[in-house]
């Protein structure tokens, strides 16, 4: 996003991240769509108050208007004049060492911070469809097809989206097939280890279909959370495409957590 709105190659952009020492405090930390939702919408003010200044220094030097300067290839110049450009570099070392060559109500430098508040909605958005096959001999449910369609804006990396997508879809199914934390009349915690706590494995789990909506913008900054969207929808998904193949046996689902043995409960096999 940073080299999207300053106009250079990716590998001109570096990231410190996980430095606390260069971050303020704050309570919340990095959950609830606070990456992609709030992280970019800071990233892109602060690299476009960069980019404002970039272009105003260049104005000046060139005597052109600001609206006519952009910054594409590591170079700065006026539009649709490619004989006009200058490297970007060269702007950034005008902004440090040459100062008088600044807008006379220009400070050096060009360090930029940006607020970016949390914006009114924008909530990821998704479909789940679940098509499931119950052993009424063994209780055993083999997840047939899985298929999301979801909206969380314009993606800021689709390969990032899909995982995000796939691994709460997992969770979810997992939450519902194989999870469950157990204490005993005590309140002593029994499933303290992989050993009695089942989880979903990639030769358990369904292809999962994920088809990638994007509807129109309502903000500026319209990247969401997309985690949400997968984890969410996968448990009431799969449970009712459960209790839908047990439509012959007339059950009525109400719990989450349905291993084998509970589906044989719920047919009366047991």
Not at 54 to 74: P, Q, S, T
Not at 180 to 194: E, I, K, P, S
Request: hydrophobic share 45%; glycine share 12%.
């Amino acid at each position: 996003m940073a080299a999207d709105q300053l106009g250079v190659q990716l590998d001109k952009v570096r990231i410190v991240a996980g430095d606390t020492a260069r971050t303020p405090f704050n309570l919340v930390g990095t959950g609830g769509s606070r990456a992609a939702r709030l992280g970019s919408g800071a990233v892109i003010g602060a690299a476009r108050e960069v980019r404002d200044r970039v272009a105003r220094i260049y104005a000046h030097m060139k005597e052109v208007a600001v609206a006519d300067v952009v910054l594409a290839d590591g170079e700065v110049m006026v539009r649709g004049v490619p004989a006009s450009a200058l490297p970007l570099a060269t702007i950034a070392a005008t902004g440090y060492t040459t100062t008088g060559s600044l807008p006379p109500d220009m400070s050096p430098g060009f360090e930029c911070s940006y607020d970016f508040g949390i914006p009114d909605g924008g909530w990821a958005q998704a479909t789940h469809c679940c098509w499931v096959e119950v052993d009424v001999a063994t209780g055993e449910v083999h997840v047939l097809r899985y298929l999301s369609a979801e909206d969380c804006g314009e993606m800021i990396n689709p390969a990032i989206v899909e995982g995000q997508v796939r691994g709460g879809i997992v969770q979810g199914i997992g939450n519902v097939l194989f999870e469950r934390v157990v204490y005993d009349a005590d309140g002593q915690f029994l499933t303290t280890t992989f050993m009695d706590y089942l989880i979903p494995g990639a030769a358990e789990m369904p292809a999962i279909e994920c088809d990638h909506l994007e509807s129109p913008p309502e903000e500026p900054v319209d990247h969401r959370g997309v985690g949400e969207g997968g984890a969410v929808g996968a448990p009431a998904a799969l449970t009712n495409a459960i209790e839908d193949a047990l439509a012959p046996f007339a059950v009525t689902i109400t719990d989450q957590y349905l291993p084998p043995s509970r589906i044989l409960e719920l047919i009366g096999a047991i």
